[in-house]
């Protein structure tokens, strides 16, 4: 399978804090691909890093192009939509004009409001919710807006930061159920971030474990889950 996305000796940092020290992966077309590691480890940068979003060094391709030192705008308009940590949710506003949001950058109006519906089938909550105010809805209800947000753009490359955070079980695994969905009937390529090893190793078929923003071990997600570091410090057993 083609490569989406290559990522070689990337570097990053904030302001004189060095975080990424030449990390290197890949994520086929098609795929769901997940990063792992503890708190700090350096997973929320690297996404951060991939839309330009701190201070890179390395190389970056998207599609055979390279995009290090693009515009976050520019790399947006390539189809690379990212889900950030603590959901990014613009609470004054509607659920309807949350999505609205995150299409901003199409220019194709008509199959904008066709991909309401489209969503709406995924997140059938959000509809009934669509002119209630995104500051009011539950934790699990805007986690689903913020992902929502993001397939408004018809991503080629979704990247998801800590889906899971604060959620109820049950709501994680729903969401979960959702993203595997979408990644099999739109052949959306996922790029993950998440605490919860054991659930991103389920959906993933790939996995790379960073520690202090370096990748110490790769391998297919069922590869992963039967080493016996990964098994004793991420897994729990």
């Known amino acids: ?36 590691g503890a708190n700090g480890a350096g997973k929320t940068t690297t996404l951060r890093a991939l839309c330009n979003m701190v201070k890179t060094a390395g190389e970056i391709r998207f599609g055979g192009a390279r995009i290090d030192g693009r515009a976050t705008e520019d790399i947006v308009r390539l189809g690379i939509a990212h889900v950030p940590d603590g959901r990014g949710t613009f609470v004054n506003l509607s659920t309807e004009e949350n999505l609205r949001l995150g299409a901003y950058v199409r220019k194709d109006k008509r199959a904008v409001e066709q991909d309401f519906e489209r969503i709406y089938a995924y997140f059938p909550r959000l509809k009934e919710r669509r002119h209630q ?15 929502s947000r ?16 604060g959620l109820a079980p049950l709501v994680v695994r729903e969401i979960f159920d959702i993203m595997r969905a979408i990644n099999q009937s ?52």
């Open 150 to 165: 993001a397939l408004m753009l018809r991503p080629r490359l979704l990247l998801l930061d800590e889906l899971s955070f």
């Open 1 to 36: 399978m083609a490569m989406l996305l290559e990522v070689a000796n990337l570097h990053a940092a904030y302001g004189l804090t060095r975080v990424l020290h030449g990390i290197s992966f890949g994520l086929e077309n098609g795929s769901i691909t997940a990063l792992l």
């Open 133 to 147: 105010q995104a500051g009011t809805l539950s934790g699990g209800e805007q986690q689903m807006l913020a992902v």
């Open 186 to 237: 739109e052949k959306v390529s996922i790029l993950l971030v998440e605490q919860n090893a054991a659930m991103a190793l389920d959906l993933a078929d790939h996995a790379y474990l960073i520690e202090t923003g370096r990748v110490v071990l790769s391998g297919s997600a069922d590869e992963i889950k039967q080493n016996d570091a990964v098994r004793s410090s991420y897994l729990g057993y």
